[in-house]
């Protein structure tokens, strides 16, 4: 039996999950309105990662469009993404692959 050793670790259903976090500025005169924000659900959805996107006020789930559309996100709000889970890094890439230059600014990454 595995574990039943002294020394032996036990082994774990548990899998290491990781975060990665960024930051966009809506630069779209229109703020985050339906079809972007449709755009980036399309995206989420597809991905296994749980994302989150805060303002300074709230805080919505990527996946849902009725959360996107709560945080009232108009031209020159500042938006954190963070994504959670074992790629999270790869599905942040490919959430922000998916934003228009037009309609969002990425803030460059402080290391």
Do not use: Y
Not at 69 to 90: C, D, I, N
């Amino acid at each position: 039996m595995r574990g039943s050793e002294p020394n032996e670790p036990i082994p774990s259903p548990i899998q290491e999950l990781s975060i990665a976090e960024a930051e966009v500025i809506v630069i779209n005169e229109a703020g985050l309105h339906l079809r972007v924000a449709m755009r980036i659900v399309e995206v989420a959805t597809k991905l296994a990662e749980a994302i989150e996107i805060r303002t300074e006020e709230a805080c919505a789930n990527a996946k849902s469009m009725l959360d996107l559309m709560t945080l009232a996100a108009g031209p020159g709000t500042k938006l954190r993404f963070a994504v959670t889970g074992q790629q999270a890094s790869e599905s942040l890439r490919r959430l922000l692959a998916s934003l228009s230059p037009d309609e969002f600014e990425v803030l460059p990454t402080s290391s």
